[in-house]
């Protein structure tokens, strides 16, 4: 449900909000709260006397250490996504009649524009940042609309900015399983790009994070707009029933559907109740990869009658894509290093491998959410020259291989990072390329993968 910033702040006003959690999205809305005259409680489990006492400084009560959770009795709790609603605390809070929300769910209710949402188990990251290009380029030519915010999941809390905000700018977000799990807003257009094992250290089990996934079109309406990923089997079951207008995408021919778009050779085609329209050639995108030709065309579908082909082809022939995601970070002694280190499942990797015609030395290995990784043997059998293992999945990881017969002299298990990137520049040669595509997230070792592959970038740039 939507609702004024005026009407949000006469409610939140004098009321006792708890913070549980002192993450990114929290304290991104310490300053809001505050100024809106909101008491505030900053709850965290882990014990930081620095961020204590800059809250302490801002008249903020702080609740840090094992015991975050006692004595919740907060009229609002604001959850950071990576705390479970089911916490029995948080639940017997909510029970007691508090009100359970988070950054994003209240940025959405208030939000006064139009807003793009994206998920997915892959390719997530850049198909929201091309949404929020083709839209910027749009503005450029025209000098039209007002202005892009890009946030969410992707490192940039937007309630901060909803004061300023109006109904000629857009909203493009990137919304995790674990942002999604409890939440109950409404957006005008979603795309879900794919959904595959993921995160299953944190859900209870597959069914809960596809789950949690459909809640970001679970409030669409007639108004609303869904893009799916006609290829994957859980997103083209989620079409069935929807009230929101729906468009597949495919990169395997045209999908049955009013409303598609689709790779038919080189060229990628748009579908609209039987009218094609062609809308680019594969050679016009930059980015390499048949994930990242996926990636434009469920941005396009999203954005299709509201941008000029102009817009698009503008975007796909100049945008080298995100930090993180097989970004070429230099070449030295002959060898090129990619650091793709937003590769945090088998299924991320296996479209950054397939990326490349040659076969690479591959970094693989990190933090184990317990997912599947028999995927990761015909892979790394059919792309890998070498294989670099660390960290808690890399043991499992080297397993796999050496079970499956691939050359032992050709895989390395190195427990700490840094051990593991130095194997990777031994067994290069003049020519090869090494890429750091983990396949697990970061958290055993890093604090997310950002800070993973800026690591690897300092050590690239450091030989």
Not at 33 to 60: M, N, Q
Not at 180 to 209: C, G, R
Request: net charge negative.
């Amino acid at each position: 449900m939507k609702y004024g910033f005026e009407q949000f702040a006469k409610y939140i006003e004098g009321k006792s909000v708890a913070l549980i959690g002192a993450g990114v999205s929290n304290m991104a809305a310490v300053e809001l709260l505050s100024s809106l005259g909101a008491r505030i409680t900053v709850r965290d489990k882990k014990e930081d006397a620095k961020k204590e006492a800059e809250l302490s400084e801002k008249g903020i009560k702080t609740v840090f250490g094992e015991n975050y959770l006692e004595n919740l009795t907060e009229d609002v709790l604001l959850k950071s996504p990576g705390i479970r609603p089911d916490v029995p605390e948080i639940a017997a809070a909510e029970a007691r009649g508090s009100v359970l929300t988070s950054e994003m769910e209240i940025f959405l209710s208030l939000c006064p524009c139009k807003v793009y949402a994206i998920t997915g188990s892959d390719g997530k990251t850049t198909t929201t940042t091309l949404v929020s290009e083709i839209l910027k380029k749009e503005r450029e030519l025209t000098g039209k609309g007002g202005k892009v915010y890009l946030g969410g999941n992707i490192g940039t809390p937007l309630l901060p900015f909803i004061r300023e905000m109006t109904a000629d700018d857009a909203a493009v977000v990137e919304l995790s399983s674990f942002q999604l799990f409890a939440m109950s807003a409404k957006v005008d257009t979603a795309i879900v790009t794919n959904v595959t094992p993921n995160h299953l250290n944190w859900h209870i089990d597959m069914q809960e994070y596809i789950d949690s996934k459909a809640k970001i079109f679970e409030h669409q309406t007639a108004e609303s707009r869904l893009v799916l990923n006609a290829e994957n089997e859980v997103t083209r079951g989620f079409a069935a029933g929807r009230e929101a207008e729906v468009t597949m995408f495919s990169s395997a021919g045209k999908p049955e559907g009013a409303r598609s778009i689709f790779l038919e050779g080189e060229e990628i085609f748009y579908n609209e109740c039987g009218k094609l329209s062609r809308v680019l050639c594969r050679d016009d995108i930059k980015l390499p990869g048949m994930h990242n030709v996926e990636n434009y065309m469920a941005a396009i579908a999203a954005l299709w009658g509201e941008v000029s082909e102009e817009a698009i082809l503008g975007v796909a022939r100049n945008f080298g894509g995100v930090a993180h995601r097989i970004e070429l970070v230099r070449t030295a002694g002959g060898v090129k290093y990619y650091n793709s280190s937003i590769d945090t499942s088998p299924t991320r990797t296996e479209a950054a491998l397939r990326s490349f015609k040659e076969k690479l030395i591959v970094m693989v290995g990190g933090y184990d959410k317990n997912i599947p990784l028999e995927p990761l043997v015909p892979l790394l059998h059919k792309h890998a020259k070498f294989v670099s293992a660390t960290g808690a999945t890399g043991e499992k990881i080297v397993a796999l291989l050496l079970d499956s017969g691939y050359p032992c002299d050709k895989i390395v298990y190195t427990r700490d990072f840094e051990g593991a990137f130095r194997e990777a520049v031994k067994a290069a040669g003049e020519g090869d390329t090494v890429i750091l595509s983990p396949a697990s997230a970061s958290f055993d070792a890093f604090k997310n993968f950002e800070e993973r592959g800026n690591r690897f970038k300092e050590l690239v740039n450091a030989l």
